[in-house]
């Protein structure tokens, strides 16, 4: 539970995990300017409150959530990124704005010709959250190194003399557009993005936002937008920015453990998407998933304080 000075909020963030609505209200007030995308808005708590890192046999599994939008053009997919980042401690690039030294690292020689390393936006994320917006637009070559960075958690280095390795401890967020400019259902989501199957796969969970036209929903979203341009839109925040990002940071010290019931239907639906999978799915589906199905039910746990 939360320990801050003032005993009130400590109560209030104590009440909130035992509403029976707690999902609700948390979705509500995440990007509350961003209509509908109630599942997007889960997934991203998801990440921000992250599942259990474990050490079994001296090897290492990340608690840390990655998700991925893939979205057409004017879906909301940087405002999603910037309202995460004002909830956590992150790093934000662009896949534009970054080039390899500032993404990864370099190692430089000083006036005495001790070797000294510069660190990138990956390990300056390390034990942080790391967004990239316009991941398609990220530099090919830096593709290996993020994948790495994202299951291992490490950046390699051998560079002017240096071999060592640096800590990536990150959770990644990322967005991207398609590489026609709109989603092609026809395609694969490799296709649609052109990255490698290999990083897709690190991705816990991957979401795609269309366009559609639809009169009802465009009707809602038009009116929404006239409403915060007039000054005339109401808050539709069910708690407080300052509420929410407590309430984030208390969950994400929970350390949950899943219970034999659960781990059986952990399994169950396991099996169930992988044999789906089989039968035409875009990506295969791996015990990777299955890593990724506990941190979910981790995370979901941690967001009820359970």
Known sequence: MPNTPDQRINQRVAELSKDPDLIQILTQSFAPGIHGSEKIKLAILYHLVGGVPKERNGLTSRGALHVLLIGDPGTGKTQILQFAQTLCDAVLVTGTGVNSDGFAATVTIDQTGSPTILEGALAKADNKHLHIDKLDKLNSELIPVLETAMEQQIYPIAKNGVTTSLNTRISLLAASNPTLGRYNSYQTISQNINLPVGILTCFDLIFILRDYPDEETDRRIAEKILEIKTCRYEEESIIDLT????????????????????????????????????????????????????????????????
Request: net charge positive.
């Open 243 to 306: 509420l929410l990002k407590l309430y984030i940071a208390t969950a994400s010290q929970i350390q949950p453990t899943i219970p034999r019931e659960s781990k059986n239907r952990i399994r169950d639906f396991y099996i169930d998407i992988r044999r789906a999978s089989e039968d035409g799915g875009a990506i295969t589906i791996t015990p990777r998933q299955l890593i990724s199905l506990i941190r979910i039910a981790e995370a979901h746990a941690k967001l009820h304080l359970r």
